[in-house]
């Protein structure tokens, strides 16, 4: 009798620790899991205001002809995923501190995500700082590069859907701008890097041609290079009639006697033309004042002066490649979409943010249990 009342003590006992085990389960359910499920969705139902998104598509175009790559640029440039600088650029300011400013100066991005009729939770603080509403206009605006494409896609939201229409085209006319400044500075840059060779092509044209004249002044020659072909023409030429006396004067030799008067003026004629050609010999090749010497004195200021007329002209056409240039747009953005004018609220979606909280909620519930039997454990050793 006694151990079957002590059998019975023992399962009520059991049932006892068993539902308070399942008490305890289930107000840990409610409070860690149940709680926050109903409080995201009586907010998310019934609270939180409404936000609309407006979606732009655009791309950078560039009227560049571009130019013959190497072998190495050519296969970086058909590797997939590599975006384009140009479009790198724009994500970067569009996300920038810059565009912030702009929007808060000119288009009243402040006023209206510090709306009083926003609910707390998503309303903007009306004395937040600009890093604070750069934080939260990071958390609206969301810009997508796809690389293949080579596309931007830009995601606004706002509180309702004009404003962020209007967000969304305000963002895209500052890219516009800041692609054309890009653009005007890379022109500005050319047109001058230009304008700076062909000055200095034509300093050093006109130093050269200022020194031909100077070294021109200094004596008799005014291209020695000329003379010196038309004194070998004449070498030549006396060298020939020599050759031609000689032989005369070696056939009157071979018939008349030495004094014979035309034995003796054919002599003195081969002596004349030897003298002229011992001159014209002495013309060109003399030590200081002659030919040899002076084109060894104008030659370096010859070659200097028509390399300075090349690079002249090689400067003066940059310069009008760069002009034709400069009266093109190297850039410029090119809308595929948008900005859309959304005709319904985008977010919150209800059912899956009320289905995240309870996921979230569960498995941090699952965590902790965890932990505290986890310190049980070892407090109990």
């Known amino acids: 009798m006694t151990a079957q009342v002590s059998g019975e003590a023992r399962a009520e006992t059991v049932r006892a620790l068993r539902k308070l085990r399942q008490r305890r389960i289930a107000t840990r359910m409610a409070l860690g899991v149940g709680v926050p499920t109903l409080v995201a969705s009586i907010y998310f139902g019934a609270i939180a205001s409404r936000q609309y998104e407006s979606v732009t598509s655009f791309t950078i175009q560039s009227a560049e002809t571009p130019s013959v790559a190497s072998p190495l640029q050519a296969l970086i440039a058909s590797v997939p995923g590599t975006a384009g600088r140009d479009t790198m650029v724009v994500e970067q300011y569009i996300e920038s501190r810059d565009?912030?400013?702009?929007?808060?100066?000119?288009?009243?991005?402040?006023?209206?995500?510090?709306?009083?009729?926003?609910?707390?939770?998503?309303?903007?603080?009306?004395?937040?700082?600009?890093?604070?509403?750069?934080?939260?206009?990071?958390?609206?605006?969301?810009?997508?590069?796809?690389?293949?494409?080579?596309?931007?896609?830009?995601?606004?939201?706002?509180?309702?859907?004009?404003?962020?229409?209007?967000?969304?085209?305000?963002?895209?006319?500052?890219?516009?701008?800041?692609?054309?400044?890009?653009?005007?500075?890379?022109?500005?840059?050319?047109?001058?890097?230009?304008?700076?060779?062909?000055?200095?092509a034509t300093a050093r044209l006109t130093a050269a041609r200022q020194a031909l004249l100077e070294i021109q002044a200094q004596g008799a020659e005014l291209n020695p290079q000329a003379s010196a072909t038309a004194v070998l023409e004449i070498r030549s030429q006396l060298e020939g009639e020599l050759a031609i006396a000689r032989a005369e004067l070696a056939t009157l030799t071979a018939t008349l006697q030495r004094d014979a008067p035309q034995v003796v003026e054919q002599r003195r004629r081969v002596g004349a033309l030897q003298h002229q050609i011992d001159e014209q010999t002495q013309r060109l090749a003399g030590d200081r004042e002659g030919l040899s010497a002076t084109i060894a004195?104008?030659?370096?200021?010859?070659?200097?002066?028509?390399?300075?007329?090349?690079?002249?002209?090689?400067?003066?056409?940059?310069?009008?490649?760069?002009?034709?240039?400069?009266?093109?747009?190297?850039?410029?953005?090119?809308?595929?979409?948008?900005?859309?004018?959304?005709?319904?609220?985008?977010?919150?979606?209800?059912?899956?943010?009320?289905?995240?909280?309870?996921?979230?909620?569960?498995?941090?519930?699952?965590?902790?249990?965890?932990?505290?039997?986890s310190v049980r454990e070892h407090a109990n050793v």
């Open 99 to 200: 565009m912030v400013d702009l929007l808060v100066r000119d288009h009243a991005l402040r006023e209206h995500y510090s709306d009083e009729r926003i609910d707390w939770v998503s309303r903007l603080s009306p004395d937040a700082t600009i890093d604070d509403v750069h934080a939260y206009y990071r958390d609206k605006v969301a810009v997508v590069l796809d690389d293949h494409a080579g596309t931007v896609t830009l995601r606004v939201r706002a509180f309702s859907p004009q404003q962020a229409e209007a967000f969304g085209q305000a963002i895209l006319a500052a890219s516009e701008e800041m692609v054309n400044r890009l653009s005007e500075r890379a022109r500005s840059d050319r047109m001058r890097l230009a304008q700076d060779q062909v000055a200095t």
């Open 297 to 373: 004195r104008f030659e370096p200021i010859y070659v200097e002066k028509e390399l300075s007329e090349r690079l002249y002209e090689a400067s003066l056409a940059s310069l009008e490649v760069a002009r034709l240039d400069s009266a093109r747009q190297h850039r410029y953005v090119v809308r595929i979409a948008g900005p859309s004018l959304p005709e319904a609220p985008a977010h919150p979606v209800v059912w899956r943010e009320v289905v995240t909280v309870l996921l979230v909620s569960f498995a941090l519930l699952g965590i902790g249990t965890l932990v505290i039997a």
